[in-house]
């Protein structure tokens, strides 16, 4: 994290135990969300969207070869689906979930 801080980024809030929320320099909203977790680690990198519904968009993905099925997480919902060599990862922040309201 320490290179983020160096670049201006503020910690927003630690949402649980493997989890850390920042924004960018002047920001007021969350730009970045990283996470330190084992499962996480081996999978391969990829893109994270941010979608309207992690559940609807996770039941149309029946061309996926892997997944990770939807949790949820302390900004709402939260899936991943392997797609040949690709990886890619949803969430959407639900409403009532805790830190929701930093999020844009």
């Given at each position: 994290m320490g290179?983020?801080?160096?670049?201006?980024?503020?910690?927003?809030?630690w949402p649980d135990g493997e989890t850390v929320v920042l924004s960018a320099p002047g920001?007021?909203?969350v730009d970045?969300?990283?996470?330190?977790?084992?499962?996480?680690?081996?999978?391969?990198?990829?893109?994270?969207?941010?979608?309207?519904?992690?559940?609807?968009?996770?039941?149309?993905?029946?061309?996926a070869d892997g997944t990770l099925t939807p949790s949820t997480i302390p900004v709402g919902r939260y899936a991943a689906v392997r797609m040949g060599?690709?990886?890619?990862?949803?969430?959407?922040?639900?409403?009532?979930a805790p830190m929701t309201t930093l999020f844009r």
């Open positions: 290179p983020y801080r160096a670049q201006g980024f503020r910690v927003c809030g920001s007021p909203c970045l969300m990283l996470e330190d977790n084992p499962f996480e680690a081996a999978w391969p990198p990829g893109p994270v969207f941010r979608v309207a519904s992690v559940d609807e968009w996770h039941r149309a993905r029946v061309d060599s690709r990886l890619l990862r949803m969430f959407d922040t639900n409403v009532g």
